[in-house]
């Protein structure tokens, strides 16, 4: 089946620590995204990439980090700069095309900070 | 310009009544307004898409009105049921200008009773 896997589903991270949260799709979509999501926030762009190797900050980049070095996987790294990660992370890709427009989420990664 | 305002924040509906959340937005290149659902835990997932050439689109039980002069977009759902309770987000992007990305109104938790 073709889909967003992300993982962990659970994350837990120490003050100060770097941590990367994972996220791989078989979709053969061009465009990946990060959203961070907290209660009543709605949903937050934190980067997307549109291309292999190119990537551009979202809204909330601060303390963030991503790369692309493969179209299939996008990788977030939550870096100690980041002073609240506690949050739901989505991870999205979409085709290109604006005849069959539309986001595909994975299920999430919980990252609390402890 | 980029904001999509939902209301109401929380909704309460008994079962077998009309769910009704409303959408503003200011941007007119916006040309694609999808709503989005979430279970908790899960990922957002499409539950229907409508461009400003229609004035509603239904499927099933889903219903999206939209109102290009006034700017107004909404989801109906008729029937309610339990198994409907879950967040719902309403979206737009500007898909022919070429933008990338999807402005996210900041959720209506459902709740409908038994």
């Known amino acids: 089946d073709g889909g967003i896997t992300q993982s962990p589903k659970y994350l837990f991270r120490k003050e100060g620590q770097n941590v990367t949260l994972s996220c791989e799709q078989n979709l053969n979509h061009d465009a990946m995204y990060w959203y961070r999501q907290d209660p009543g926030q709605g949903l937050r762009l934190i980067y997307y990439s549109q291309i292999v190797n190119d990537f551009q900050k979202g809204d909330i980049a601060e303390g963030y980090s991503v790369s692309r070095e493969k179209k299939e996987s996008f990788p977030l790294t939550v870096t100690s700069a980041q002073k609240n990660p506690t949050a739901f992370y989505l991870c999205a890709s979409r085709t290109q095309g604006y005849g069959n427009y539309g986001y595909t989420f994975g299920s999430g990664t919980r990252l609390t900070v402890v | 310009q980029q904001q999509v305002k939902q209301s109401p924040q929380s909704l309460i509906v008994q079962k077998g009544g009309i769910s009704i959340i409303n959408c503003a937005y200011e941007?007119?290149?916006?040309?694609?307004f999808p709503w989005y659902q979430q279970f908790p835990g899960k990922g957002p997932a499409l539950l229907i898409a409508i461009r400003p050439d229609v004035s509603e689109k239904n499927e099933g039980r889903f219903t999206i009105s939209f109102n290009k002069s006034a700017k107004q977009f909404s989801l109906h759902i008729m029937d309610s049921q339990p198994g409907d309770s879950a967040t719902y987000f309403c979206a737009a992007s500007n898909v022919r200008g070429g933008s990338e990305k999807l402005v996210f109104g900041k959720g209506t938790k459902l709740t409908v009773n038994p």
């Open positions: 941007n007119t290149a916006f040309d694609y």
